[in-house]
């Protein structure tokens, strides 16, 4: 399955990091990729604690199988050795005194049960991390800089100070923060790898599904009055319904253009195909209030710019989708039964 050749230069590659930390391994990675450029590979390490040493693995992924490789210096603990854990192993904060174990903590990620959305995200997040593992991630100089200087726009980090309190309030060190940005610049190379060639394609298949509706939204926090002003909006002039509202002090209102997704988010299938004059909703908000709204008009979809991060973003989701069928997901908490019925809805 891996060639020899492979296997010597990958032994002697690993007994050369000698306990390097990770982010240098990491970099020399990049010499044993050029020499066997046709090879997927992925670095793995995990740091023990007593020692703050580090152990190594190179996994070598094939459609047959995975084949992993590792040294451990006689000064160290094999892999297949290290069965015993600290009792600190299994602490994950303490609050004034009072200790959080792991076991206690994965109690309070039930939510992942009930809510799909941020389960998919997690289960996503590992998927990218799988992909971009076998890839070469070095950036140049120049690109890292440029990435650098994106991540700090999209966060308001524009002047030296708010950057280094930024950095302080989440103990990030700049090679860690470098780290981030690299693996950011990674994942838009990735998204870029998937959708290349595609969106026009995608949209000419799916054009009615990016239109732009335009509408009034309605705010409520009495069911009945969210009940009564989803039928009057049904036959009534929704502007005139809205001051009405508004001024009375029964609800508030905003005007809005939403992409057809954003309100299937929120309203759910009646919003894939909503036309002008449909009234949506209610709808229950996260905060708990409700949401009526009507569409005004519906704006067809044109590939101008922001279409396009629309089109690419659903073709890169409808990617991590068919990679989440074939996934293999192994969840360590909860019953059987509720985890098999999260694993079958991520499917699905």
Request: hydrophobic share 45%; net charge negative; with cysteine.
């Amino acid at each position: 399955m891996v060639p020899s050749e492979l296997l010597g230069d990958a032994l002697e590659w690993l007994r050369g990091l000698d306990d390097a930390p990770p982010e240098s391994a990491r970099d020399r990675l990049s010499d044993l990729r050029a020499r066997h450029p046709r090879v997927p590979m992925r670095l793995l390490w995990q740091r023990e604690a007593a020692t703050d040493e580090y152990h190594y693995d190179l996994l070598f992924p094939s459609t047959e199988g995975t084949v992993s490789l590792a040294y451990a210096p006689n000064r160290t603990i094999p892999w297949p050795l290290r069965g015993g854990q600290r009792s600190g192993e299994q602490l994950v904060v303490r609050v004034n005194g009072v200790d959080m174990t792991m076991e206690r903590t994965v109690t309070t990620l039930d939510v992942l049960l009930e809510d799909t959305g941020l389960a998919r995200q997690l289960v996503n997040a590992a998927l990218v991390e799988q992909a971009l593992a076998t890839r070469q991630t070095d950036l140049s100089d120049e690109r890292l800089q440029q990435a650098m200087d994106a991540f700090r726009r999209a966060r308001g980090l524009l002047t030296t100070e708010v950057m280094r309190r930024w950095m302080t309030e989440r103990g990030l060190s700049h090679a860690r923060l470098e780290e981030i940005v690299t693996n950011e610049a990674a994942v838009a190379d990735l998204r870029r790898e998937v959708v290349e060639g595609r969106a026009e394609e995608f949209f000419a298949a799916h054009r009615g599904e990016f239109d732009r509706l335009r509408v009034i939204r309605l705010r409520y926090a009495d069911p009945e009055r969210a009940d009564a002003a989803a039928a009057l909006l049904r036959d009534g002039d929704p502007v005139t319904l809205a001051a009405q509202e508004v001024l009375v002090g029964l609800a508030t209102c905003r005007m809005e253009a939403n992409s057809r997704d954003d309100l299937v988010a929120l309203f759910g299938a009646p919003a894939a195909d909503a036309r002008e004059g449909q009234v949506l909703g209610p709808a229950r908000l996260p905060d708990g209030g409700l949401c009526v709204a009507r569409v005004l008009a519906v704006e067809p979809a044109v590939l101008d710019e922001l279409t396009r991060e629309f089109v690419e973003r659903r073709i890169f989701d409808d990617w991590l989708g068919e990679q989440r069928r074939d996934a293999h997901v192994e969840w360590f908490w909860g019953s059987r039964a509720r985890t098999d019925e999260l694993t079958a809805a991520l499917r699905g």
